[in-house]
Each structure stands twice: as C-alpha cells, then as structure tokens.
C-alpha cells in the first residue's frame, strides 16, 4: 500500500499531526532539558505523570487532562523543594518516580471496571491518537510556543548561565519554576505518542543530535523540530508497514540516529 493510500485513513493522519505537534514541543523543550542537563528531572517528570493517569480515570475525566495537572504540580513541587528546601535533586527525582507510579497503580486499581487504553499511555500508540487529544496537543503547543516567544531571552540567560541572571536581577526562580512547568506540559503531549516509559528519550534526542551540530538556542531548536518530525514521520510509516508498536518504532529510529551523529561526529575530530 502506497503512502498516498495509507493518507486516506483518518487515523493515519492524525497520528501525522500528533507527531509533528510533538516534534515542535520537543524541539523547543528538549533544547532546554539538553543544555540545562535537565534529563533526570524530566525522567521523573514523565514517570510522575503516570499518578495523573490514573486520577483521571479515578475520577472520570480524561486521562490526560489529569496527567496535566498532576505533572504541572509534581514539577512545581519539585522545583520548590529543590530551590527553597535545598534538597538533593536526584533524591527528589527518586522519590517523585516512585511515588507517582505507585499513586497511578493505586488509582487505577480503585477504579471500578478495566482500563482499557492503559496499555497505551504507558508505551504509547500514535495510529490510536483520538481527534480530541489532537486538539489538547495543539493547545499546548500554543501555550509552550507563546511563552519561549515572549521569554526567549530571559529563558537563554537561566539556561547558560544562572548566576549572570542572578546579577542581571531576573527572577531565576520563578522561570526556572516556569520552565519545568514547560517540560511538564511537554511529557504530557508525548505520552499518546511514545508513552510514559519513552517519554524521555524523544524529549531529549533530536536536542541531542543538534546540539552536536550548533551552540545557538534558536538553531538547536529549529534543528531538534525538524529531526522529531523525520524521526515520528519514519516511525510511524515504518510501525504501520511492519504492524509493530508505534513508539518503540519511533525511539528506535531516533537511538539509532543518535548512534549515527555520535559516529560522524567522532570520526570528524579524529581527522
């Protein structure tokens, strides 16, 4: 079957837009996370949100729309216990995992009856992506696009140099608040397409990749959005052709791409 072909299928196309709203937010999101060594926190950013899961379905409304504001205050949380209580970040990161997971289980197994998609937000499937998650995925991308647009430079500051921003009396502390809520947002867009488990690795490779290319924010964002749409576009074909798992599909072509630029990149400083 020919690609047109495979276009003319309803869900096809949505997984095409899901994948390519995700690909903005992680190109701009991920860019930061890369930089700021941010990658652990994301990780049980994204493993949190899995206790938002289960209090939308506890509570009878969409899964996601729980994740949201289960994450946005597991990263709020975490940031003010990091800055204001100086607590050991990858201490912090621990327990967040394992209590957000735990706090899922939980009320998942409160919920009367089976959930049934569960499977899917925690390993992902993008060909499954319903419209109404499309619409909650463009919002967000709205929202994150619209904030780094207006705070783009103060972003830049705290992300190379905290203390400059320090004496620049920018308020590094609610945007570095501002900027997990960002990445908060971000996992959750991600979940429906790779799932909680994998969350982490497209949020953090094609930022990865380009920043071997580049030192400039705006062109390692430009770089890492353009190579999350290759790497969602060629997962998803390549899931669809070889009836596999959507999101493995995805992060496989994306790790070995990584390997890949890794490659190149070593073979360029030996000559």
């Known amino acids: 079957m020919s690609l047109l072909e495979i276009l003319g299928f309803e869900f096809f196309r949505n997984a095409l837009i899901a994948g390519v709203l995700a690909s ?14 941010m990658v652990s926190v994301s990780g049980g950013i994204s493993h949190a949100a ?15 729309l729980g994740a949201a504001g289960f994450t946005v205050a597991t990263a709020l949380g975490m940031g003010a216990l990091q800055l204001r209580a100086r607590q050991q970040m990858d201490t912090l990161i621990g327990a967040v995992w394992a209590a957000g997971m735990a706090i899922g289980i939980l009320f ?7 959930a049934p998609d569960l499977f899917s937000y925690l390993f992902g499937n993008i060909l499954l992506v ?14 994150i696009v619209a904030v780094v647009a ?8 705290i992300t190379f140099d905290p203390d400059y921003a320090t004496v620049m009396n920018l308020p590094v502390e609610r945007l570095s608040l501002l900027l997990l809520v960002l990445i908060a947002l971000t996992v959750v867009m991600l979940i429906r397409v790779v799932g909680i488990i994998l969350v982490i ?11 071997l290319y580049t030192t400039r924010i705006r062109s390692m964002m430009l770089l890492a959005v353009a190579l999350g749409i290759i ?3 060629t997962g998803i074909w390549l899931s669809y052709l070889l009836n596999v798992p959507s999101g493995a599909t995805i992060i496989l072509v994306s790790t070995l791409a990584y390997a890949g630029a890794l490659g190149v990149e070593r073979l360029r400083q030996g000559d």
């Open 108 to 114: 998942v197994y409160l919920t009367p009856g089976f």
């Open 24 to 37: 903005v937010a992680c190109g701009i999101i991920g860019t930061y996370v890369v930089v700021r060594r």
């Open 130 to 143: 319903p419209r109404g998650d499309i619409l909650l995925m463009a919002v967000l991308v709205v929202i």
């Open 201 to 211: 690795a497209l949020l953090t490779l094609p930022a990865a990749i380009s920043r």
């Open 231 to 233: 790497f969602s576009m």
């Open 50 to 64: 899995f206790g938002g899961i289960g209090l939308g379905y506890f509570l009878g409304i969409d899964p996601l």
């Open 150 to 157: 207006c705070l783009y430079r103060e972003l830049q500051a």
